[in-house]
């Protein structure tokens, strides 16, 4: 069974940088498409980012300027670089492989999402 596992959450200081690493065995990588998604106490989970096998890529308002996802093929891995990290952006981070990426819209993956990892950002 496919299985994405994150990693690279942590504590930091409004203003700050994490980069997030989603790591999948299990299944063809270099053909999917992946995204970061979020969820927030009390919120619903909301995509991130998303990049397709071929590079493109899209964001959500609320982070473009700010994050950058980038993918790896050799080593079945896709990354979230998070710059001037806000309070806001607290969360716990989910990654989800395998859908579909389509005209610029990532549609997820029912079965294929990893535990999450926490980031929290102070003001």
């Known amino acids: 069974q496919v299985q994405p596992v994150e990693s690279g959450g942590g504590v930091v200081q409004a203003g700050g940088s994490l980069r997030l690493s989603c790591t999948v065995s299990g299944f063809t990588f270099r053909f999917a498409a992946i995204g970061w998604y979020r969820q927030a106490p009390g919120n619903e989970r909301e995509l991130v980012a998303a990049?397709?096998?071929?590079?493109?890529?899209n964001y959500a308002d609320s982070v473009k300027g700010r994050f950058t996802i980038s993918r790896a093929n050799a080593k079945n891995t896709v990354y979230l670089q998070m710059n001037n990290l806000k309070p806001e952006d607290t969360a716990v981070y989910y990654c989800?492989?395998?859908?579909?990426?389509?005209?610029?819209?990532?549609?997820?993956?029912?079965?294929?999402w990893g535990q999450g990892t926490q980031v929290t950002v102070s003001s």
């Open positions: 990049i397709s096998s071929g590079g493109s890529t």
């Open positions: 989800n492989t395998g859908g579909t990426y389509l005209s610029g819209v990532y549609y997820p993956s029912a079965g294929t």
